[in-house]
T-cell receptor
Framework: ETGVTQTPRHLVMGMTNKKSLKCEQH?????MYWYKQSAKKPLELMFV???????ENNSVPSRFSPECPNSSHLFLHLHTLQPEDSALYLC?????????????FGPGTRLTVT | AQSVTQLGSHVSVSEGALVLLRCNYS??????LFWYVQYPNQGLQLLLK??????LVKGINGFEAEFKKSETSFHLTKPSAHMSDAAEYFC??????????FGKGTSLLVTP
């Protein structure tokens, strides 16, 4: 595997379920990110981790809980979601948090909340 | 504060024609600017980035963009469109913090 991978690629869950999204980067990067991509809206940054420490949480509801056990893996734990949480969730990584670095994105998990 | 405006949510060009996708930014300090492309059911792929080394930036797949400070613009161009260029294109800016601030995207349609 190369680059940034995400599993599952598609997920359908009810509002009372608990599920987790997984992201893995094979690039040796130190920073990882979760973004939400909804129709008709710009990408929204949700969480940022640097060297396994969370450095930013953009007022995301507590029903989304991130976890970064090491610099290669990032999880997004989901519970009691709402239909408006249906979106494409993208994981990204970068060598560090330095401004000049671009972010490398995974293919995303398409989440549908019923 | 920083923001990105992409003019035109949909752009249609004929195969072989010039591609021009517009991006204007607002930033209180010199920014870093990026163009990403997203094909259906895929993540975002970096096309090119501006980091102040040169105002004309060449990217992958024949795309290039020119940074114009006086116009606060970073438009993306390609001399000759190919059918495979049909995708969603995103301009993004970063000059502080950790986030890439994205525009709403422009959907490029290439017709035969």
């Amino acid at each position: 595997e190369t680059g940034v991978t995400q599993t599952p690629r598609h997920l359908v869950m009810g509002m009372t379920n608990k599920k987790s999204l997984k992201c893995e980067q094979h690039l040796g990067h130190n920073a990882m990110y979760w973004y939400k991509q909804s129709a008709k809206k710009p990408l929204e940054l949700m969480f940022v981790y640097s060297l396994e420490e969370r450095v930013e949480n953009n007022s995301v509801p507590s029903r989304f809980s991130p976890e970064c056990p090491n610099s290669s893996h990032l999880f997004l734990h989901l519970h009691t979601l709402q239909p408006e949480d249906s979106a494409l969730y993208l994981c990204a990584s970068s060598p560090s948090l330095a401004l000049s670095y671009e972010q490398y994105f995974g293919p995303g998990t398409r989440l549908t909340v019923t | 504060a920083q923001s990105v405006t992409q003019l035109g949510s949909h752009v249609s060009v004929s195969e072989g024609a010039l591609v021009l996708l517009r991006c204007n930014y607002s930033s209180s300090v010199p920014p870093y600017l990026f163009w990403y492309v997203q094909y259906p059911n895929q993540g975002l792929q970096l096309l090119l980035k501006y980091t102040s080394a040169a105002t004309l930036v060449k990217g992958i797949n024949g795309f290039e963009a020119e940074f114009k400070k006086s116009e606060t613009s970073f438009h993306l161009t390609k001399p000759s469109a190919h059918m495979s260029d049909a995708a969603e294109y995103f301009c993004a800016v970063k000059n502080s913090g950790y986030a890439l601030n994205f525009g709403k995207g422009t959907s490029l349609l290439v017709t035969p």
